[in-house]
């Protein structure tokens, strides 16, 4: 399917990422902040550099998720939490608007970089959703980098994961007041010259998760979407709720079923649809406006455009 955006002008751009949603309290720290801007730069200037060379939606979703799966602050790829386990289980997925081609991956335990597996699934295989073993398979005959479980541990993960653990709780990574520093499923929307939207998202889950527990950011409709005649999302948070309420088809369907702005549909899904402290989205429209919403204390963010637009926030 060829689906063609409905409007905005060509030759504009803009990319939204986040580093996931949470109540922030311990980090106060100006290094540490610094560090989470410094991150978020790094992503937010590897997508728009492939925006403004007249690259695809989709590669500047896909690298900017990437550099942030590479940098260990994230959870996501090296950084991601731990399961019950001890061990991490990663989830991820990307879809292109233009023709809603999807892929997505979930139970990664070797996978390099999950995102890269993500868009394998949808441009290599006949499927959408890969889980587990057999994703892991497909990875390594695809000949992407396969590491051992270990690549992805970092220490301060690692007393998050005890201190859940020893309260017995499944933690948010944000929320979690072991190590309030080390924060952040990641997401990127982007909508390129053409006019085409895509989103990625990529994800350690949630702090001690156990029974091969899922969250929304591999799901399509869910943690992820992208309809390039609306907009692409990419959602952060207690990925349940999420997945209740199909959180990014919801904010595509209220711009296409209600004929709402961007920004409404988005504020409707975060501050009505869900609850406080469930977390938020980031989200493109076809015509290039932004929208970044949250019901908690902050969602580490960043956004660009073709006008020179390059700004990094947390609360
Ligand atoms: N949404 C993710 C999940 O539930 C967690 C997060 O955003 O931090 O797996």
């Given at each position: 399917?060829n ?7 060509p030759g ?5 990422i986040?580093?996931?949603?949470g ?33 695809s ?23 991601s ?7 991490h289980?990663?989830d991820a ?12 991956g979930?139970?990664?335990k ?6 890269r ?17 057999g ?17 992805f ?29 080390k924060?952040?499923t ?29 969250g929304?950011?591999?799901?399509i ?9 609306t ?18 088809f ?9 004929g ?10 975060i501050?009505d ?14 015509d290039?406006t ?7 204390r ?6 660009t ?11």
């Open positions: 399917m689906i063609r955006q409905k409007g905005g002008a504009i751009f803009s990319l939204a986040h580093g996931g949603a109540a922030f309290a311990a980090l106060k720290d100006e290094m540490e902040i610094a560090a989470y801007h410094q991150g978020l730069e790094m992503a937010l200037r590897t997508g728009r550099d492939i925006l403004a060379s007249g690259g939606a989709l590669d500047a979703v896909e690298a900017a998720v990437l550099s942030m799966e590479d940098n260990p602050l994230f959870n996501c790829g090296k950084g939490v731990f399961n019950s386990e001890g061990f289980e990663m997925s990307i879809m292109d608007g233009n023709t809603l081609a999807c892929g997505a979930a139970g990664l070797t996978v390099r970089n999950p995102i597996l993500a868009r394998r699934v949808m441009e290599h295989s006949p499927h959408v959703f890969l889980a587990g073993a994703a892991e398979e497909f990875a390594r005959l695809q000949g992407l980098e396969l590491v051992a479980p270990d690549y541990s970092v220490e301060k993960r690692r007393a998050q994961w005890l201190e859940a653990r020893r309260n017995d709780q499944i933690q948010v990574d944000h929320d979690s007041p072991a190590v309030p520093e924060m952040g990641v997401g990127a929307v982007a909508r390129d010259c053409q006019g085409r939207l895509a989103a990625a998202t990529s994800t350690g889950g949630v702090t001690n998760k156990k029974f091969g527990r899922v929304d950011s591999p799901v409709g869910a943690g992820n979407y992208a309809d390039s005649r907009c692409a999302v990419s959602c952060t948070g207690k990925g349940e709720e999420f997945i209740r309420i199909a959180a990014a919801d904010v595509h369907a209220r711009m296409c079923y209600q709402v702005s961007l920004q409404q549909a988005a504020e409707t899904v501050h649809c869900l609850k406080t402290g469930d977390g938020g989205l980031i989200a493109v429209g076809h290039g932004m929208a970044l919403s949250f019901n908690t902050g969602m580490l963010r960043g956004q455009d073709h006008t020179g637009l390059f700004r990094t926030d947390i609360f």
